[in-house]
């Protein structure tokens, strides 16, 4: 019952997070106008300093990842997915409306029990698609969420921005 009664409201709201998504498109410049690029990956965190560089070139220098879009096929019959921007904003919107549909599976359990299976809903629904979404394993991200969330929790108790 809970599926089919929030079915509109995620439509409506994947179509919010979409149109969010797009705006995210464009080019970071710098103050001093000099191009710079410079990226730091240490699993799971991800820093980058991009001045007056294109989207493009980030993604390409950060690692190509690809969208849900199939724009062709490989020789053996595999899919060949979209990349670049769309691909990125793509997959954010996906990320997106996995959250909705984890907060939304989890609003009728208990209180307590909402948090845990919002995350376990979540890293569920982005295995379902490994080949775009899939960043780290199960555990590890439990590991990291319930980390970040005891973080958030002591730094609000103690009245810092999280």
């Not at 409506?12 to 080019?27: K, P, R, W």
């Not at 103050?31 to 240490?42: E, H, I, T």
């Not at 199960?138 to 999280?162: C, D, F, H, V, W």
């Amino acid at each position: 019952m809970l599926r089919i009664a929030r079915a509109p409201a995620v439509r409506f709201v994947g179509a919010l997070v979409a149109i969010m998504c797009l705006g995210l498109v464009g080019t970071a410049c710098a103050a001093d106008g000099a191009p710079r690029l410079r990226v730091d990956y240490q699993p799971p965190r991800l820093s980058v300093d991009a001045h007056d560089v294109s989207l493009a070139r980030v993604l390409g220098e950060i690692g190509e990842k690809v969208g849900f879009t199939v724009v062709g096929h490989k020789p053996d019959g595999t899919p060949l997915y979209i990349g670049n921007v769309r691909g990125l904003v793509e997959r954010n919107c996906m990320r997106y409306f996995l959250a909705i549909d984890a907060y939304l599976t989890a609003a009728s359990l208990p209180p307590a029990e909402q948090l845990e299976r919002r995350l376990q809903e979540w890293h569920a629904g982005s295995e379902r698609y490994p080949i775009q979404l899939r960043e780290m394993g199960r555990e590890e991200y439990l590991a990291m969420k319930r980390k970040e969330i005891q973080y958030q929790q002591a730094t609000a108790k103690e009245g810092k921005p999280s």
